[in-house]
């Protein structure tokens, strides 16, 4: 039996995405909400004026919305909306406040990462949510990348060796793509810019990768010219096991897209690789460039293997990313999902101790 689902955010820039992700599902979304807006459901189209670079894939919402119940308030879509799971794609200052709704009421959540503009928008949340057995899950759907899944059992095997050191990369397109009047892009209600909105990816994923929670962090930001947000940043940060990494991120590409990196150095082998591919990508397929000083790779210790991903699922942003959803959905109830929302609280920690270091002017330590 389907899934109820009230979806909350209508005009945020992922929801057509997001639909399209649903349209696989086995979930029937019975109740919209933009908060404070009313919404006709008849005339939710796909949208052509985007605050980032996705591509909208125009799909027609009419059969996945048939019959639903538009709402003004979200926090009465969950209360009265008699749903099983809220989907939230909604500013960063208010969310937490729906997603507490959703736990009183023991509505399970999946929301836009970060969930929250500080950790302590969510911690509180998050202990309640899990004393309650409600799922509440952020988007972080690298976890579900086959590349990065790779890597995290090459490192849980022993693969590496003693890791000494991770360097990551993710760059998206310039603002001058973006129409940075968007909330995405102010810092009232987002905290930050890009290390707050494209940066979590690879801010949850390295980490995850290694298994290792990152305990300190040392930032450098760009400043916006367009909008008060950062455009870009540079950490250095250190694991609770002692690897030293370096994460870069920004608003920098002059053309649609991603430029990605992934490198992890250990004492037995290197791992390189863009980790990332998307429809817009250039390259038919990921690199994984692996070198080994391992017994059985003396014939052959340098090796490549080549990841063709597929997008037939979910044609904007590959099949993994359908993947994710899918895991959610089928662990909700019993909470075994990819990404929990202590992860969700980790990860703002980590960005938290970010923004602080870049005022302190020196490491910081994350908190636990």
Not at 215 to 232: L, P, T
Not at 303 to 320: I, L, M
Request: net charge negative; proline share 5%; hydrophobic share 35%.
């Amino acid at each position: 039996m389907a899934t109820k689902v009230g979806y909350i955010g209508v005009n945020h820039h992922h929801r057509d995405p997001y639909f399209g992700v649903a349209g696989g599902l086995d979930v029937d979304i019975t109740a919209v909400c933009e908060p404070g807006e009313t919404v006709a459901v008849e005339n939710i189209v796909a949208m052509d004026d985007r605050p980032d670079e996705i591509t909208t894939e125009g799909q027609d919402a009419s059969d996945l919305l048939a019959g639903a119940t538009a709402y003004e308030d979200p926090h009465e879509l969950v209360a009265d909306g008699d749903v099983e799971v809220v989907w939230i794609t909604y500013r960063n200052d208010e969310t937490p406040a729906i997603v507490e709704t959703a736990v009183d009421h023991g509505v399970h959540v999946i929301c836009e990462k970060p969930i929250g503009r500080t950790a302590a928008d969510l911690e509180s949340v998050a202990e309640r949510a899990n004393d309650a057995g409600v799922t509440v899950s952020p988007t972080t759907f690298y976890r579900k990348n086959p590349v990065a899944m790779d890597l995290r059992e090459r490192v849980q095997d022993g693969f590496f060796g003693d890791i000494v050191t991770v360097q990551g990369r993710f760059n998206a397109s310039q603002l001058a793509y973006r129409n940075t009047d968007h909330y995405i892009y102010d810092a009232a209600t987002s905290r930050g810019g890009a290390l707050q909105w494209i940066g979590p990816h690879w801010v949850d994923m390295m980490p995850w990768v290694l298994d290792d929670p990152i305990a300190s962090v040392n930032a450098r930001f760009h400043d916006a010219e367009e909008c008060d947000v950062d455009a870009g940043a540079v950490l250095q940060f250190e694991t609770e096991g002692g690897v030293l990494g370096t994460c870069h991120t920004g608003y920098y590409l002059d053309e649609r897209g991603k430029d990605t990196h992934l490198g992890i150095y250990g004492t037995n082998a290197q791992a390189r690789t863009p980790v990332h591919h998307d429809s817009l990508q250039h390259e038919p397929t990921v690199p994984l460039e692996l070198t080994a000083d391992h017994d059985d790779w003396t014939g052959a210790p340098r090796r490549t293997v080549e990841y063709e991903f597929t997008y037939d699922r979910f044609p904007a942003w590959g099949d993994y990313v359908q993947d994710y959803f899918e895991a959610y959905f089928d662990g909700v109830e019993t909470g075994d999902v990819p990404a929990t929302v202590d992860d969700a609280v980790q990860l703002l920690r980590v960005l938290d101790a970010a923004y602080d270091s870049a005022e302190r002017d020196g490491w910081v330590d994350v908190a636990n």
